[in-house]
Nanobody
Framework: QVHLVESGGGLVQAGGSLRLSCAAS????????MAWFRQAPGKEREFVAD????????SYTDSVKGRFTISRDNAKNTVFLQMNSLKPEDTAVYYC?????????WGQGTQVTVSS
């Protein structure tokens, strides 16, 4: 069974940066598009960014374009999210998973809190 572990979150001031990591055990990413999602308090989980196996293709939700960068290291079965120019509205628990259904069992996520 696959086990996703997200890390790298924390408390940061607006304008700051964080780099999130997500490692998978029990299964390789394979050729799957991998993605980051986030869930703010009282809101549904939303898509943030995804990346193809080769890393050649990426997409982002409009609110993070130009500020966030997704990348992956297939050899280490890890996907990253570099977050710059953070805003208070980026505050959420961040999760990684395969982009499409059926998705893997969700990890616990990593909390990102941006203070104004």
């Amino acid at each position: 069974q696959v086990h996703l572990v997200e890390s790298g979150g924390g408390l940061v001031q607006a304008g700051g940066s964080l780099r999130l990591s997500c490692a998978a055990s029990g299964r390789t990413f394979g050729s799957n598009y991998m993605a980051w999602f986030r869930q703010a308090p009282g809101k549904e989980r939303e898509f943030v960014a995804d990346i193809s196996w080769s890393g050649s293709f990426t997409s982002y939700t409009d609110s993070v374009k130009g500020r966030f960068t997704i990348s992956r290291d297939n050899a280490k079965n890890t996907v990253f999210l570099q977050m710059n120019s953070l805003k208070p509205e980026d505050t959420a628990v961040y999760y990684c998973n395969v982009r499409s259904q059926p998705q893997w069992t969700w990890g616990q996520g990593t909390q990102v809190t941006v203070s104004s």
